[in-house]
């Protein structure tokens, strides 16, 4: 009986993270769409209909000046719909009765507000929970010299040739120039609070260097070390007795130099473990792979640091510019080749993900409308059909030739732009199940 009422609350509890995922959504489509609605209202466009929600009505209240207020059955969406905005009517006020600059105004709008919302929402999380940034775990023997002498664990990496740092990817980008300035944050004393002061460092002279290391592949047997954590798959080689391991001819004459038994030291990025292993192991239980890397030579982690409210405000715009920019980098590698099927989802990934987040937390929360909602803007002003970026090239097209595409070709456009969009969104989640 017992295991009946937990596995009751158990789906009862995934059920609401469900729910709540639906309307974390659900508010960045009304964000958007609020967008469109603020903007035609101050420019004098009549609007018949606003809703959230796709489908039949099940809320629907109807204003004194025409407008209707609607809440639909599917949580999946939501519309603006403007007078005229599909045909051609009489109306002054009118969608497409309006001048080409107002149109593109309302058009932008959307994305705008989901922007705006991105970067407000963004200011919160940073200045209550912290940023992530990217923080120094150890920086390797084999490291270059300069690099081994200066990088230090604890560091937050913060500037390099003194560009600041806001996400991930910005550092792999940075990390291209033979010779490096790193800017960092390094832990220096705690005050009376028991917080942890910081000050920045500037690091010269970084360089970059190939190397060759060895992950464990397969570990048959269970070696354990002093303090009996066990050696496992994922693991990395670091020494061979005294010898460093980082190059790829490194493996074969360290093991051909030992003798029946030698010292093993391997690192899992953060740590460093040692065992005393029999060479007779290796190639049968234990097994190790090579990879090549270009890099600085040092493990890295994720981790939360608050800056002051004055570099939240200085940070905020571009980190979430950068994260827009990775949205089109990502689309882009989409349609090169260079990016996989597996980094984007449709609307079944988006819930699921969603659903996952929303059970870690209320920063995560804020911290995913940030994400998504800088998602929502890029993807709204793409030209494809069905899409606010769309219906901006026809008016921009208008306003240069002077006179519209025809109303119904645009009508055509969209439409099966908006089956081709629906159908390829589920066609990726169903490949990747």
Request: glycine residues 8%; charged residues 20%; hydrophobic residues 45%.
């Amino acid at each position: 009986m017992l295991n009946l009422l937990c596995d009751f609350a158990s789906v009862m509890k995934t059920i609401g993270y469900v729910l709540l995922a639906f309307v974390v959504l659900m508010v960045m489509v009304l964000i958007h769409e609020t967008g469109h609605y603020t903007a035609g209202k101050l420019l004098g466009f009549q609007i018949n209909e606003f809703a959230i929600g796709m489908g039949p009505k099940i809320l629907s209240k109807k204003k004194k000046n025409g407008e209707v207020f609607s809440l639909r059955l599917l949580p999946l969406g939501g519309f603006c719909a403007f007078e005229g905005e599909n045909d051609e009517v009489e109306n002054p006020k009118a969608f497409n009765r309006q001048k080409p600059w107002k149109r593109l105004i309302v058009l932008f709008s959307g994305a705008f507000f989901n922007f705006v919302s991105a970067i407000l929402i963004a200011i919160i999380v940073f200045s209550a929970y912290g940023e992530t940034v990217v923080v120094v775990n150890n920086v390797y023997e084999y490291a270059p010299e300069a690099n081994y002498q200066q990088i230090q664990s604890g560091d937050v990496i913060y500037k390099v040739n003194g560009r600041r740092v806001y996400i991930l990817d910005s550092l792999s980008r940075y990390f291209t120039d033979d010779e490096m300035t790193l800017t960092v944050l390094r832990p220096d004393c705690v005050d009376e609070n028991g917080n942890t002061v910081y000050v920045e460092k500037t690091l010269t002279n970084i360089t970059q260097g190939t190397f060759t290391t060895f992950t464990l592949t397969k570990v048959d047997g269970n070696f354990a070390d002093a303090n009996n954590r066990k050696l496992k798959v994922g693991d990395t080689v670091y020494k061979i007795n005294d010898r460093l391991i980082c190059q790829a001819d490194d493996w074969d004459e360290g093991l051909n130099a030992v003798g029946d038994t030698f010292t093993l030291t391997v690192t899992d990025g953060e740590h460093y473990y040692t065992y005393e292993m029999a060479k007779s192991y290796f190639n049968s239980d234990i097994v190790a792979e090579p990879q090549a890397y270009t890099g600085i030579a040092m493990s890295i982690h994720y981790d939360k640091f608050k800056f002051g409210f004055g570099e939240v405000l200085i940070r905020v715009v571009p980190y979430c510019c950068e994260v827009g920019m990775l949205v089109l980098r990502t689309l882009g590698g989409l349609l090169t080749g260079a990016v996989g099927i597996e980094s984007v989802g449709g609307p079944i990934t988006t819930i699921s993900m969603t659903t996952q987040i929303v059970s870690t937390g209320f920063a995560n929360v804020l911290m995913l409308i940030v994400l998504i909602s800088v998602n929502l803007a890029v993807f709204n002003l793409l030209p494809v059909p069905a899409l606010d970026g769309c219906q901006m090239v026809f008016v921009i097209i208008e306003w240069i030739a002077g006179k519209p595409i025809n109303r119904k070709v645009q009508s055509y456009i969209n439409g099966i732009g908006l089956v081709v969009l629906i159908v390829l969104m589920l066609l990726i989640d169903i490949l990747k199940l």
